[in-house]
């Protein structure tokens, strides 16, 4: 069963700092990745993603990265701003044949920047 | 917002009553999906559809159906609600998204409270 897991549950910066959020998981024949930011009370957004043959993805200050042999994808923010507090959720599909795109989320990085 | 709209976005109810949540969507995607996001599990998919009348269950889906009779609709229906069905409950699909490849969209949520 893919497990995924979302480090560190909880982040708090200054403002202008950059930062990375983990994300790892536990059986690397993924489909894809997609990260997902949800505010408050929210649904989710779709922010970036990453197929199994990349190794990064980019949108703004936003960069996304997949070792998808070890198991692990890394969000990379820029010079982060007070809009950008929020939850952030790593998503896996995995592979293998089948096409009802079913998603293993990891349970998300609450982060907070602090002008 | 992949143009989906959940229905109602807040509802409290009784325990022992039959609840039913709907998701509407107006781009003729043939995939959606119900999850419920819990503190502490993160989000976990409840049933899913994969065309008119097609569905299968998720990983959590006791105590709970689905049914789709037209494309734009998927209902998800709590037969006798209870206090553990308490939960936020998001509406997703499956739809193209950057570079040309398929991702997952999700509605705003319904907030459900069992009493």
């Known amino acids: 069963k893919q497990e995924v897991t979302q480090i560190p549950a909880a982040l708090s910066v200054p403002e202008g700092e950059n930062l990375v959020l983990n994300c790892s998981f536990t059986?690397?024949?993924?489909?894809?990745l997609q990260w997902f930011r949800q505010d408050p009370g929210k649904g989710l957004t779709s922010l970036l993603l990453?197929?199994?043959?990349?190794r990064e993805q980019t949108s703004g200050r936003l960069n996304a990265s997949l070792d998808k042999s070890s198991g692990r994808s890394t969000l990379y923010i820029a010079a982060s701003q007070p809009g950008d507090s929020a939850t952030y959720l790593c998503?896996?599909?995995?592979?293998?044949?089948?096409?009802?795109?079913?998603?293993?989320f990891g349970k998300g990085t609450l982060l907070t920047v602090n002008p | 917002d992949a143009g989906i709209t959940q229905s109602p976005r807040h509802k409290v109810t009784e325990t022992g009553t039959p609840v039913t949540l709907r998701c509407h969507q107006t781009?003729?995607?043939?995939?959606m999906y119900w999850y419920r996001q819990d503190p502490g599990h993160g989000l976990r998919l409840i049933h899913y559809?994969?065309?008119?009348?097609?569905?299968d269950k998720g990983e959590v889906s006791d105590g709970y159906s689905v049914s789709r009779s037209k494309t734009e609709d998927f209902l998800l229906t709590l037969e006798s609600a209870t206090s553990s069905q308490t939960s936020v409950y998001f509406c997703?699909?499956?739809?193209?998204?950057?570079?040309?490849?398929?991702?997952?969209?999700f509605g705003q949520g319904t907030r459900l409270t069992v009493v």
């Open positions: 781009e003729n995607h043939r995939y």
């Open positions: 059986d690397s024949a993924i489909y894809n």
């Open positions: 559809s994969y065309g008119v009348k097609d569905t």
């Open positions: 997703a699909i499956r739809g193209e998204g950057q570079g040309g490849y398929t991702e997952a969209f």
């Open positions: 998503a896996v599909r995995l592979g293998g044949g089948g096409s009802n795109y079913k998603l293993t």
């Open positions: 990453i197929q199994s043959s990349q």
